[in-house]
């Protein structure tokens, strides 16, 4: 093979990778939630669901349960399989910690925007879905592998035009209700939480640096 030839090596993980600590609880409490709005619907729009009226009454926990609930099985599964191959990615490059926290950081952060909206527009709506953090996922898969290669539509793409073809997509198909389109603003949350992330994880190595300590970096 010359030189400059290219070879592309398809690696295909074992399933055990996709699930990580962090993702796999996730995933059981989407079970969990698609079980509560299928079997207990007034509780769930009363306790768990995000809505104006809820978290300015107190129920300030619905900033961060409605995004375990799915509303049917299609989103569910859809959702699903993004943070199973997505999720699991960042979730090994961020550890455990930081995946749980860029999951919160997005989900309060939608919700708020949520329920500043709804006050606005003098509407009680409600929220639920997991699709927030899926965008947030999703602009952070672009940010950290960025030009990373990936099977996508059967094409061999950046991480970085995949992460912008999905967010293109979901705020095209949010055009019928524009407020779906503070879901998809979860990426711009992405976005930055990951940018704050390498900025930290950079200065903390020039600190090692300067102090003469060792340190070490995770680079897979």
């Known amino acids: 093979m010359s030189e400059t030839e290219r070879r592309v090596e398809f690696v295909i993980p074992r399933l055990r990778a996709f699930f990580t600590p962090a993702v796999t609880a996730i995933l059981i409490l989407i079970v969990i939630g ?23 009454s107190g129920k300030i926990w619905q ?11 299609l989103p569910m599964l859809f959702d699903g399989l993004l943070l199973l191959f997505v999720g699991s990615l960042i979730e090994r490059e961020l550890k455990t910690g ?76 949010s055009i019928p209700q524009p407020i779906m389109w503070i879901w998809v603003s979860g990426a711009l949350v992405g976005y930055l939480y990951i940018k704050l992330w390498k900025r930290i994880e950079k200065a903390s190595v020039n600190t090692g640096v300067q102090s003469g300590r060792r340190s070490f970096v995770d680079i897979d």
């Open 34 to 56: 698609f079980a509560f709005i299928s079997y207990a619907k007034d509780f769930t729009a009363n306790y768990l669901a995000l809505s104006a009226g809820g978290v300015l």
């Open 63 to 73: 900033l961060v349960t409605y995004s375990f609930i799915e509303t049917g099985g």
């Open 98 to 173: 930081g995946f749980v926290l860029l999951w919160l950081v997005v989900s309060i952060f939608c919700g708020l925007l949520w329920v500043i909206v709804s006050r606005l527009a003098g509407a009680n709506y409600f929220g639920l879905g997991t699709s927030p953090c899926v965008y947030g996922l999703i602009a952070a898969f672009g940010v950290i592998f960025r030009t990373r290669m990936f099977l996508a539509f059967f094409w061999m793409v950046q991480a970085r035009y995949i992460s912008w073809a999905l967010i293109v997509v979901g705020i095209i198909l």
